[in-house]
């Protein structure tokens, strides 16, 4: 036990005092930062161009969603591998090939002219996404403990306004260029920012960190790690409920408000800006919120405030009220999906925060084809109620929980 005891009162020392930020990390934090803006200008390009390439292929709900399933397989199958390309080839190499593996990709989806090619061409764009996020996500951990600060966030933060840009855009050039034409001039900027982004992340790389987790491991109790792998797997549970939300909104969010009320596809694609404007300033903020409040009432309170605003976003009589709706989600989702990481990690090290991404990540992913047959069956609307339901079940999973969060404060 004084083994155990001197390990965590170092890892208490090192998450409270902030380690100097050299210049290279700074570079290496810059880098990563660029993919994962990149990765979320990337996907939002995609989603917003959804119901101009169904009706190119002619696909219903139903085999929409079957076909949105490829980018679910792809990524849950390149997701389960991922980690082990890293540990063999390292975090920065993993990130760049997927990165650019993505960009090319993206052109793929609108050189297709039925359901099925749809849904194998996004098996390969799903593939490449599942692996940048890893890849991306291990890099950041790797950072985040050379740096013994909390700036997950900021890389989120990032992800969102990637998607808030990529959504804009394609809301400005939408009725003026073809889908492959606009993903065309994506996958080109794509490889740009990842040729530059990749050279900085191969050069300026986090310096080692002493394992110092799995030391602990093994001093622990049987039963205090079989309760640390259950927490590990709530705050799974918690990220995949949100990020359900999160995933269908891009993929249906759009598909709503054009098919559902009626507007034109620069108001279908502000939707999603919004949404991802909203969980941009979330994020931004979301180191202070944890601070002031505690990292339990946040994720209560984060759960809450979704469940109002994606009930608001499926039920609304107009596409502005819709609109509305989706940013108070944005708000409320932003910072839960990083808190359950972050917390993941304080229980179980670099496998938690595997684990727990691996889980939210799949949320996210098999959201919009569970949609999919939903609205077959029930309507769209009704369908993206459930977003709404997956919303309050992760507040209620946090307030049950809550005595085993950290407070978050000082």
Known sequence: MPTLNK??????RDRQVPAPAGPHLVRLRIALTAFFAMDGFLFAGWVVRIPAIKAQTGAGAGALGLALLGVSAGAVAFMMITGRLCRRFGSAAVTTASAAAMALSIVLPPLTHSATALGLVLMVFGAAYGSLNVAMNSAAVDLISALRRPVMPSFHAAFSLGGMLGAGLGGLIAGSLSPTVHLL???AIGLLVTAVAGRALRVHRAPAVPEQLPAAEETRPRGAAGRGRRLVLVFGLIALCTAYGEGAMADWGALHLSQDLAAGPGTAAAGYAVFALAMTIGRLTGTTVVQRFGAARALIAGGTTATAGLLLGALA???????????VAGLGLANIFPIAIARAGETGGPDGV???????????LLGPPAIGFLAEAAGLPVALTTLALLAAVAAGIAYATRGAHHTGRP
């Open 317 to 327: 009589p107009t596409a502005w009220t819709a609109c509305a709706g989706f940013a």
């Open 7 to 12: 390990i965590r009162m170092a890892l208490t």
């Open 354 to 364: 595997a684990v727990a991404s691996t889980v939210g990540y799949g949320g996210m």
């Open 185 to 187: 001039v994506l996958a």
